[in-house]
């Protein structure tokens, strides 16, 4: 793998090719080419070059992909048995470079190149999956050509609905009874039947009223003879 250890604003990187570092901002537009010349160490594979104090013409290619901040730090200074309380937040700016390509006196821009993948079987290559994938395709196509068309059944025409009138609820005649007919009954009931204990009381009056007073007086004559 092949490395580089890069300065940029008084800090050190390591940059590889394929990645991304985060430096401090640069006054450069996103999207810009910017070369890093401040190469500290080279490393690629077992080969290790050290400069003294940089290395010379192997600079480091890079692609600026935005411009961001920082995690918010807060800073709060204050002196004891005052009242002085100073509270203050900060976010840093960085910059994100893309490594395109490490060494070389001029960018050479690469282009992806596309692989294709063969089908191993028992340890022998057959082909490319590509061609396969075509062959499949064109096996699918075939296939569909093939079938018959599906016979189109008579479509059984349609019920008439029909509609049924709400049957009527029937009437239900009326279960209530007449209060009259009970009020007549009771009063007449009243009038035939007296109490006997009334009769009797009214009888008693009318014999203790029916007495004369001569009758009174015989009374009283029979009682001093005797």
Avoid: C
């Amino acid at each position: 793998m092949k490395y580089a250890i890069i300065e940029s604003g008084g800090k050190q990187f390591r940059a590889v090719e394929g990645g991304t570092i985060e430096v401090d901002r640069l006054p450069v537009e996103s999207g810009t080419r910017v070369k890093l010349e401040q190469v500290l160490l080279l490393a690629d594979g077992e080969t290790i070059i050290v400069g003294k104090p940089l290395i010379k013409d192997v600079p480091v290619w890079t692609t600026v992909v935005e411009h961001f901040k920082g995690p918010k730090v807060n800073i709060f200074n204050y002196s004891p048995k005052k009242r002085i309380r100073v509270k203050i937040g900060h976010r840093q700016n960085y910059t994100r470079l893309f490594v395109e390509q490490i060494g070389g006196s001029e960018f050479v821009k690469k282009e992806p190149v596309k692989l294709q993948k063969a089908v191993e079987v028992q340890g022998e290559i057959i082909a490319p999956m590509e061609t396969v994938e075509k062959e499949e395709e064109q096996m699918k196509a075939d296939l569909k050509a093939r079938k018959p068309s599906p016979r189109k059944t008579p479509s059984s025409p349609a019920k008439k609905s029909v509609s049924k009138a709400p049957a009527k609820a029937a009437v239900k005649p009326s279960t209530r009874k007449t209060t009259s007919s009970k009020i007549a009954t009771k009063t007449s009931s009243k009038e035939k039947k007296p109490s006997q204990g009334t009769s009797s009381s009214a009888k008693g009056k009318s014999s203790s009223r029916s007495t004369s007073p001569s009758q009174k007086k015989t009374s009283t004559r029979k009682s001093a003879g005797k």
